[in-house]
């Protein structure tokens, strides 16, 4: 999962470490809903700004957690 959602963000955010411990902050507004967008279409599920919490954006296995349950919610 974290593979996928890294090469999903690379093309996307070339300028981004994503093995940051602390994602959110390296990211701007736009860096938030390019994550976003690109997590809603990479695996089919509804991210909202509601989803953008430090929580959620701290780093790829936070993302990975945050896909996952959308993903199983979604079952």
């Known amino acids: 999962m ?7 963000l690379e093309d996307a955010l070339p300028l981004v470490d ?3 411990e602390f994602l959110l902050g390296e990211l701007d507004s736009l860096g938030v809903a ?3 967008l690109k ?3 990479g ?4 991210l909202e700004s509601s ?8 780093n ?4 990975a957690a945050m896909v996952e349950a959308k ?5």
């Open 60 to 63: 790829l296995d936070s993302l």
């Open 2 to 8: 974290k593979e996928k959602i890294r090469t999903i």
């Open 39 to 41: 997590l809603s279409e």
């Open 43 to 46: 695996f089919s599920i509804k």
């Open 51 to 58: 989803d953008a919490t430090p929580r959620n954006l701290k």
């Open 34 to 36: 390019t994550i976003l």
């Open 18 to 20: 994503l093995d940051s």
């Open 71 to 75: 993903l199983a919610s979604k079952r």
